[in-house]
């Protein structure tokens, strides 16, 4: 029997993947909560006048401490450490996840180069709408040190996402799918900025790029070569938006997921951890 505590699931899995970036870490941590829950009396349990607001506090200081420790983590990790996909399927993890621009993988890799109380700041009290004070409440400092944790990870977002609405962001994917495998370098170095960059992230389980590639040539270059290797690219949306598979066979090989600006490309993410990506599988 489902009760109104366990209805706030779907919330708490929603603030805590934004929280993480990593959704197996957004998942313990809202089986922690209910732990925490569940371990009070009835009569603790009773006292409490709003369940819901109880569950999000526990489920941001849990986040809020995976945060500091993943800092640690991180830093041992083999390559470059990203955000783990999800995808757009009414029959996945999708129908948990509901997916806005504050999901993208864009925001999501801004996010991780924001302080563990910035990233809880920003994504409470603008993505979720939560007063300061509740925010203050959750991270242990004052609602004005809240504010201005908010504002410095405003700062953040605007220094790094364009200033102009995303806008034919399909057809520009569909397009470098094509030139991909046409293995075209021409046609796909017309589609990337000058600038574009492609990170991988393969945890060290898989053969990835270790750091950043770099350039509109050089990453148009390092995909054409990978198309030399059998794979099939499949459109799909990732993290809300258009993206591409890239299976061998019948397996996954990789997640990718894109950033575009004035009819460009910009980012590419290559998710090829094959841990981060169970979600896609089944």
Do not use: H
């Given at each position: 029997m489902t009760t109104p505590v366990d209805g706030e699931r779907r919330h708490l899995l929603n603030l805590a993947y934004r929280l993480l970036g990593s959704l197996a870490e957004a998942e313990d941590a809202v089986q922690e909560t209910y732990v925490r829950w569940y371990a009070l009396s009835p009569a603790q349990r009773g006292a409490i006048s709003s369940p819901g607001a109880w569950l999000t506090t526990?489920?941001?200081?849990?986040?809020?401490?995976?945060?500091?420790?993943?800092?640690?983590?991180?830093?041992?990790?083999?390559?470059?450490?990203?955000?783990?996909?999800?995808?757009?399927?009414?029959?996945?993890?999708?129908?948990?996840?509901?997916?806005?621009?504050?999901?993208?993988?864009?925001?999501?890799?801004?996010?991780?180069?924001?302080?563990?109380?910035?990233?809880?700041?920003?994504?409470l009290h603008d993505v979720f709408g939560y007063a300061f004070t509740e925010v203050a409440a959750i991270t242990g400092r004052t609602p004005a040190a809240c504010r201005e944790l908010a504002s410095s990870a405003r700062r953040r977002v605007r220094a790094t996402r364009p200033a102009t609405p995303v806008t034919g962001h399909a057809e520009v994917i569909?397009?470098?799918?094509?030139?991909?495998?046409?293995?075209?370098?021409?046609?796909?170095?017309?589609?990337?900025?000058?600038?574009?960059?492609?990170?991988?992230?393969?945890?060290?389980?898989?053969?990835?790029?270790?750091?950043?590639?770099?350039?509109?040539?050089?990453?148009?270059?390092?995909?054409?070569?990978?198309?030399?290797?059998?794979?099939?690219?499949?459109?799909?949306?990732?993290?809300?938006?258009p993206g591409l598979l890239l299976t061998r066979g019948d397996d996954l090989a990789a997640v990718y997921a894109f950033d575009v600006a004035d009819g460009r490309i910009t980012r590419i993410w290559a998710m090829r951890n094959p841990e981060k990506l169970r979600p896609w599988l089944g």
């Open positions: 526990v489920a941001g200081r849990i986040c809020l401490d995976v945060l500091g420790s993943a800092r640690a983590r991180r830093e041992r990790y083999v390559g470059e450490w990203l955000p783990e996909p999800v995808p757009d399927q009414a029959d996945s993890v999708a129908d948990r996840i509901t997916l806005d621009e504050s999901v993208t993988m864009a925001f999501l890799v801004t996010l991780e180069a924001m302080t563990p109380a910035q990233r809880v700041a920003l994504v569909r397009d470098f799918k094509q030139a991909w495998e046409a293995g075209d370098i021409d046609a796909l170095v017309a589609l990337l900025d000058p600038g574009a960059t492609l990170t991988a992230d393969g945890g060290g389980v898989v053969r990835a790029a270790l750091t950043p590639i770099e350039g509109g040539l050089p990453v148009a270059r390092y995909v054409a070569a990978l198309a030399a290797g059998g794979l099939t690219l499949v459109e799909r949306a990732v993290n809300g938006l």
